[in-house]
């Protein structure tokens, strides 16, 4: 293939560029940058005339200071081959030329004597946008015959629950959260994962808007609600059935819409019938009133919005629950009005984007199985995996099981290729590791999925080191292997269009901004409605129910009493995004407690270090009690790094490798463990600064954080 990573055209310097964060965060903000001698010296928000409206003037902090990840200590800056044993991250550096050469050899030789589906592929890619990921890889790996994998670790059980009900509608456009007359904020934290809504509620609330917040621990914007609901882990699905459960015997269900616009009507009329406030009550450890008064709100307003969140989705109930949320909007008779209706992801504003590489029809590999794929060579039929090649994800990083998939990795004739930005994790465990660029390096096309807007990124600034980019490493690997067509892409400029080719927002305006396909912010059921095949609202669709073992709406009950009475979860915090930019992180990660469990338990101030474990490992590190979690319910940030806990390990070696209800995710919050003591009391003081999720990324206005390079321990 013949594309070279291009040297951004430097007009002047320094010099100011335009771009967008492809970072996995919903809100795709529009970047500002500065560059010198073809270095990022300053990241800031792009000013109005040229920026998405939901950029505000202001990004995150972590973003305002990438150079520290862009220029860091540990940037991977050339190919390098391990010397020492694996995981040491002893590596000596090679050429590109060789580190293809031996890519090519590992992958045919393993082609040759165990098939092509040997060779697994191991790419998550929420950081990237549509150019550098399931483009020339696709390519690659498809045409290969290489295992494909089930990217399953985050929203498969969401999309699976949207896809079933409405076909991926569009949402409710996060702008127009201002004018709700109530807002439900259900299993997400937004002062941490897309900020930019966190301005636009506080306005709706100033306007004299309702906000219900629906999450086990009080987050910053509980704090601020008119009623915050704290459900135990997993039992959303009772809470939203008990609503539907109401609505329909207080004849408050909007029958006209739901004749005109719905099927599956009585079916889910009768799986809500068991569930009534007082038996939710009772399953969720909400009470009676609480739901009550949620009741009254959802069932008396409008424009009535629900922001559902991923924390909803991370348990064995997730794609029920996240299917019973979307279904109160049309039980309820919420749309068709601005600012009613419901958001979950919104790329379902844009269709028909993307390569579209036919499948090979060899075995799919779930994500969340990786441990036991690459330890049991009977855990998944066909032969066992010779080459991993990773690459747009950090696997011992956020991947269930943890210890398993560490096991993986250990195993001697196991050819483990990492493609990353700087030596991660899972990278010091590689064979090889390959030099990426970052989205201010290359090109690539940002899709929001909070944001309605598809963004034109170019490259803003020089590679670093012999960085390169996947569409340049993974064309020139496709070409070596005899496997590109004379119509193939070849540049980036064919690549962007190929990528947007079948869609009509091809229209690239100037500034690299395109609105999704209704050219505006879309009415739910007025400018967008259900892609079913009748373009109604399934409320209980057939796919859905075959696939879930017991049904869909079936409750699954609360797992390991006894042992493991304490419900860990481990949610986003600001200053990462999944593990990304976690090697910047100061200091040793806490396990954060509730008071009363830790005092159970003889821990606090005088007992501050402990062990976490549950059967399948284990977490050492420092507790800080925390009274916004609900009792029973503990804390451990998503993405730490090795480096940032006493054991080396995180919550993933907690986390089951068990999976959703509807659609095969990860069930991260299904991790059920117990908190003891370590002995030696010597080493640190507790800690008792304020969790940190206290510290939002907006400040106190709500309006603005901090600007760039402004930092911040
Ligand atoms: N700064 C930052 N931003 C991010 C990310 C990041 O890591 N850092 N990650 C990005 C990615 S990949 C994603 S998927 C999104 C996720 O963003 P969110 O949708 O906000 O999801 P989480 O952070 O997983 O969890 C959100 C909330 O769910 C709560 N929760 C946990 N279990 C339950 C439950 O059973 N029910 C309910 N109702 N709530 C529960 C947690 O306490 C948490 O406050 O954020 C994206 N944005
Ligand atoms: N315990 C626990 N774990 C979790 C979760 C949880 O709730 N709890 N949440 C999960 C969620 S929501 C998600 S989405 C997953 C995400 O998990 P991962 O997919 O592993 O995401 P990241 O940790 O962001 O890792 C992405 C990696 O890709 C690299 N990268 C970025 N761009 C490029 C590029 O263009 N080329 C190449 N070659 N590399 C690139 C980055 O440097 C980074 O190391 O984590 C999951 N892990
Ligand atoms: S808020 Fe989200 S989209 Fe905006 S710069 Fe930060 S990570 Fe990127
Ligand atoms: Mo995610």
């Not at 492809?22 to 795709?28: A, E, G, K």
């Not at 009900?165 to 994962?193: F, Q, R």
């Not at 969140?309 to 749309?335: I, Y």
């Not at 490259?459 to 340049?472: D, K």
Request: contains cysteine; negative net charge.
């Amino acid at each position: 293939m013949t594309i070279a990573d291009p040297a951004p055209a430097l007009e002047g310097n320094p010099a100011v560029h335009h771009t967008a964060c492809t970072l996995d965060c919903p809100d795709s903000c529009s970047l500002e940058v500065e560059v010198e001698d073809g270095r990022v010296t300053k990241v800031r928000a792009a000013p109005p005339e040229v920026a998405h409206p939901l950029t505000a003037g202001f990004i995150c902090s972590k973003v305002g200071r990438i150079s520290r990840h862009l220029y860091g200590e540990d940037r991977l800056l050339h190919p390098a081959l391990r010397e020492g044993a694996k995981g040491d991250g002893d590596f000596r550096p090679i050429s590109w030329d060789d580190a293809i050469d031996l890519i090519v050899e590992r992958m045919a030789e393993a082609k040759t004597t165990l098939g092509g589906e040997s060779v697994l592929p191991l790419s998550y890619g929420g950081s990237n946008g549509l150019l550098t990921q399931d483009t020339a890889d696709a390519i690659l790996f498809r045409r290969f015959g290489a295992s494909q994998l089930a990217r399953t670790v985050c929203a498969a059980p969401s999309t699976a629950a949207a896809l079933g009900l409405y076909g991926k509608m569009a949402g409710v456009a996060l702008e127009d959260y201002e004018h709700a007359e109530l807002a439900i904020v259900w299993g997400a934290n937004p002062s941490s994962t897309g900020i930019h809504l966190v301005p636009i509620l506080r306005a709706a609330r100033a306007r004299g808007g309702k906000l219900v917040v629906v999450d086990p621990r009080r987050t910053p914007l509980a704090k601020q609600a008119d009623l915050h609901l704290q459900p135990r882990p997993g039992t959303d699905l009772c809470l939203a059935l008990a609503l539907h459960r109401e609505l329909f015997r207080r004849g408050d269900a909007d029958r006209e819409f739901l004749a005109e616009h719905a099927t599956g009507v009585d079916e889910l009329r009768r799986r809500a019938e068991p569930w009534t406030f007082e038996r939710a009550a009772e399953v969720t450890g909400v009470p009676v009133r609480d739901i009550t008064r949620c009741y009254e709100l959802y069932s008396t307003s409008s424009p009535a919005v629900i922001r559902c969140g991923w924390g909803v989705e991370r348990n064995r109930n997730g794609g029920s629950a996240v299917a019973a949320v979307l279904a109160l909007p049309a039980v309820a008779g919420k749309f068709k009005v601005r600012a009613g209706g419901y958001t979950m992801s919104n790329g379902a504003a844009f269709r028909n984007v993307g390569w579209r590489e036919p499948s090979p029809g060899t075995r799919i590999v779930n994500m969340n199985h990786i441990g036991r794929v690459l330890t049991d060579p009977n855990a998944i039929s066909g032969p066992p995996v010779q080459v991993l090649f990773v690459y747009n994800a950090n696997p011992l990083a956020t991947l269930p099981n943890q210890e398993l998939v560490r096991r993986g990795l250990e195993r001697e004739d196991l050819f483990t290729v990492v493609f990353d930005q700087v030596m991660t994790d899972t990278a010091a465990w590689a064979d090889l590791v390959l030099p990426a660029t970052t989205f201010l390096e290359h090109d690539d096309l940002a899709m929001g999925y909070g944001a309605m807007v598809l963004h034109d990124t170019k490259p803003v600034a020089q590679p670093v080191g012999e960085a390169r980019s996947n569409l340049r490493v993974f064309g020139e690997l496709a070409d070596r292997l005899g496997l590109l067509r004379d119509d193939d892409p070849r540049s980036e400029a064919e690549w962007r269009q190929a990528v947007l080719g079948g869609s009509r927002q091809r229209r690239l305006a100037d500034e690299g901004l395109v609105l999704p396909e209704t050219g505006r912010r879309p009415i739910q059921f007025v400018d967008v409605f259900p892609h079913t095949a009748d373009r109604k609202v399934h409320l209980c669709p057939p796919s859905l129910e075959t696939e879930s073992a017991r049904g869909l709406y079936a409750f699954h009950a609360e797992l390991g009493e006894g042992r493991y009475p304490l419900a860990l979860i481990s949610p986003s915090v600001p200053q990462t995004v999944s593990s990304t930019f976690g090697q910047l992180r100061p200091g040793q990660v806490p396990l954060e407690m509730h008071p009363e469990d830790a005092a159970a338990r003889g821990l606090g101030r005088d007992k501050p270090r402990v062990r976490v474990f549950n059967d399948y490992g284990e977490v050492r590190c420092h507790v800080r009690l925390n009274r916004d979690l609900k009792p029973g319910v503990a804390l451990l940030p998503k993405g730490v790094w090795a480096r940032s806990t006493e054991s080396g390990t995180n919550a993933c070696a907690l986390a089951p490798d068990t999976l959703t209800d509807i659609g095969a995710g990860a069930c991260f919050n299904d991790a059920r463990v117990e908190v003891e003591a370590l002995s030696d009391v010597s080493v640190r003081r507790p800690d008792i600064r304020p969790p940190e999720d206290g510290r939002s990324d907006c400040d106190a206005s709500g309006a603005r954080t901090r600007q760039p390079g402004a930092g911040r321990p």
